[in-house]
Nanobody, 124 residues
């Protein structure tokens, strides 16, 4: 069982930055791929970014490429999402997810564990 707790959300102006964190309870954190997804009101859940269990591979959703960066710190059992050049359309609840021994899927169905989410609001 893995518990994930997101933090770092908040209100920011367009063009600003935020860094989200997701702390995991897993003793074998390094064996898990981690992903970030987001969901805006009335919209489907959207893939944002993922990092493989080894940390050697990352992938991003088209809407965030070049602006967001995912990273992991296995010593801290934490995955981060650095978000730069934020836009109002980035407003959503952001969720962290985990799955063992994956290269970092963009499909939400591939993930076994989910956090409770953190709200990000970007004002224009």
């Amino acid at each position: 069982q893995v518990q994930l707790v997101e933090s770092g959300g908040g209100l920011v102006q367009a063009g600003g930055s935020l860094r989200l964190s997701c702390a995991a309870s897993a003793r074998t954190f390094s064996r898990y791929a981690l992903g970030w997804f987001r969901q805006a009101p009335g919209k489907e859940r959207e893939f944002v970014a993922a990092v493989s269990w080894s940390g050697g591979r990352t992938n991003y959703g088209d809407s965030v490429k070049g602006r967001f960066t995912i990273s992991r710190d296995n010593a801290q059992n934490t995955v981060y999402l650095q978000m730069n050049s934020l836009k109002p359309e980035d407003t959503a609840v952001y969720y962290c997810a985990a799955v063992r021994f994956s290269l970092g899927s963009s499909r939400s169905d591939d993930y076994n564990y989910w956090g409770q989410g953190t709200q990000v609001t970007v004002s224009s």
